[in-house]
Nanobody, 114 residues
Framework: QLQASGGGLVQPGGSLRLSCAAS????????MSWLRQAPGKGVEWISD???????AYADSVKGRFTITRDNSKNTLYLQMNNLRPEDTAVYYC??????????WGQGTLVTVSS
């Protein structure tokens, strides 16, 4: 299971840190991802962290968002800085052993508005 948390309302330019607690599988062996779905739009991949800590980001968030993981706590994080209104979305964490996602979290809503 994956449980995402940390969403909320923030002003443009503000910051939030999302967390995703994992249970029921060997977290350290899985690549972890953050994805988001804005109102009325499809799901967008935004970041990966592999089990060797290599990271990747979508251009839309590169330089503003940072993905990290703490294998001792079975937890994934997403530090989001300099938030923009277009970052408003439901944010999901997901885990994959190979190509397809094996687990999805329930989502946490981030609203960026003044």
């Amino acid at each position: 299971q994956l449980q995402a948390s940390g969403g909320g309302l923030v002003q443009p330019g503000g910051s939030l840190r999302l967390s995703c607690a994992a249970s029921g599988f060997r977290f350290s062996s899985f690549a972890m991802s953050w994805l988001r779905q804005a109102p009325g739009k499809g799901v967008e991949w935004i970041s990966d962290i592999m089990n060797d800590d290599k990271t990747a980001y979508a251009d839309s968030v590169k330089g503003r968002f940072t993905i990290t993981r703490d294998n001792s706590k079975n937890t994934l994080y997403l530090q989001m800085n300099n938030l923009r209104p277009e970052d408003t979305a439901v944010y999901y964490c997901a885990a994959r052993r190979y190509i397809a996602y094996d687990y999805w979290g329930q989502g946490t809503l981030v609203t960026v508005s003044s």
